[in-house]
């Protein structure tokens, strides 16, 4: 008889705890948020965004003058519509870079499937660009 009386009120006392466990969370809380707070985020996503893409490899496939690198860049964009690829200058010349790879392995990989259409393709590392 005692154990049934002990085990009513273990019962009764977990019953009352869940019930307000599950009451308890019925509020929804608002955060405002200054314009201060808002300036600071977005500049901080934009520094992260320049840091991320600075540490990533590239593909360089050309570098010369801007019609024969216009000339590849289209080549390549017609062949391999969905890797990134862009046209850069630095004094003297125009660049041809493509693909935004994190790991050098995956770099390397493609790097070797691109060397079978240009040849003079090398690897760029992330401080190198």
């Known amino acids: ?11 009764l006392l977990m019953l009352i705890f869940n019930c ?6 019925s509020k929804n809380l608002d955060i405002e948020i200054s314009d201060e707070i808002e300036k600071f985020l977005s500049l901080k996503i ?3 965004k320049n840091k991320y893409q600075n540490n990533y490899y590239a593909i360089q496939l050309y570098n010369g003058n801007y019609e024969i ?9 017609n062949k391999f519509p969905e890797w990134e690829s862009i046209l850069s200058f630095e004094t003297p010349n125009y660049k041809v870079r493509v693909g935004n790879f994190k790991e ?15 040849p003079s393709a090398f690897l760029l590392k992330p401080n190198n660009l």
Not at 1 to 11: D, I, P, S, V
Not at 69 to 77: A, G, H, N, P, R
């Open 46 to 48: 934009l520094f992260n």
């Open 69 to 77: 690198d216009k000339k590849t860049l289209s080549e390549f964009k």
């Open 104 to 118: 050098f392995l995956e770099a390397s990989k493609k790097l070797d499937y691109i060397r079978e259409l240009y």
């Open 1 to 11: 008889m005692f154990f049934f009386k002990g085990f009513a009120n273990f019962f």
């Open 20 to 25: 307000s466990t599950v009451f308890g969370q």
